[in-house]
């Protein structure tokens, strides 16, 4: 099935919202993922160095608010012309670099996810989460394809 307009729609709308609180949903994201991969902290540059998650890092923020505006075009591209190419040619050499393998991305649509499901509140529902996973999966499968 194509990504319909109803969906880019409900990915901009919680992308925008997303925005409005980027300094608390960010730090929510990274808690997410180090719950659920605690080695992934040694990771990033932006955290290795820090006792928890940084509450008030204007780079952790920069970083997160990148990944979720990624998937946000994402969904753009499915919508507009049915597949995703990336605008960013080094994205598959950092993830080589850093050794990311696939399980880390199955945690980082999980946490995106749950994030996402906490930056709508009750307007959540299946069919915006469906919207969310689409854009990632097929985002994360062009970064994995550079990656190769
Ligand atoms: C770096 C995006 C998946 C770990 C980056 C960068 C981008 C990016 C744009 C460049 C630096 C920045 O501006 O943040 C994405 C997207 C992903 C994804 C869109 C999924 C669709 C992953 C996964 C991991 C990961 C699964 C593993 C936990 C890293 C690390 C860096 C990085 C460690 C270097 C960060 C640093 O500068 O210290 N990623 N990434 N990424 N990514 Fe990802
Ligand atoms: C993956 N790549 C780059 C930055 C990130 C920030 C938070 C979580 C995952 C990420």
């Known amino acids: 099935?194509?990504?319909t307009e109803k969906q880019e729609?409900?990915?901009?709308?919680?992308?925008?919202?997303?925005?409005q609180n980027l300094p608390s949903y960010s730090v929510l994201f990274y808690t997410i993922i180090l719950e659920k991969a605690p080695a992934a902290k040694g990771l990033f540059s932006f955290l290795k160095d820090s006792a928890g998650v940084p509450q008030n890092d204007p780079k952790l923020q920069a970083h997160a608010e990148k990944v979720f505006?990624?998937?946000?075009?994402?969904?753009?591209?499915?919508?507009?012309?049915?597949?995703?190419?990336?605008?960013?040619?080094?994205?598959?050499?950092?993830?080589v670099q850093k050794r990311?393998?696939?399980?880390?991305?199955?945690?980082?649509?999980?946490?995106?996810?749950?994030?996402?499901?906490e930056?709508?509140?009750n307007?959540?529902?299946?069919?915006?989460?469906?919207?969310?996973?689409?854009?990632?999966?097929?985002?994360?499968?062009?970064?994995?394809?550079a990656m190769s």
Do not use: C
């Open 9 to 19: 729609t409900l990915v901009n709308s919680s992308w925008e919202a997303f925005k």
């Open 123 to 145: 307007t959540w529902s299946d069919e915006l989460s469906t919207a969310w996973e689409v854009a990632y999966d097929e985002l994360a499968s062009a970064i994995k394809k």
């Open 100 to 117: 990311v393998a696939d399980p880390h991305f199955v945690v980082v649509k999980e946490a995106l996810l749950q994030t996402i499901k």
């Open 69 to 95: 505006g990624l998937v946000r075009d994402s969904a753009a591209q499915l919508r507009a012309k049915g597949e995703v190419v990336l605008t960013d040619a080094t994205l598959g050499g950092v993830h």
């Open 119 to 121: 930056v709508v509140g």
């Open 1 to 3: 099935m194509s990504f």
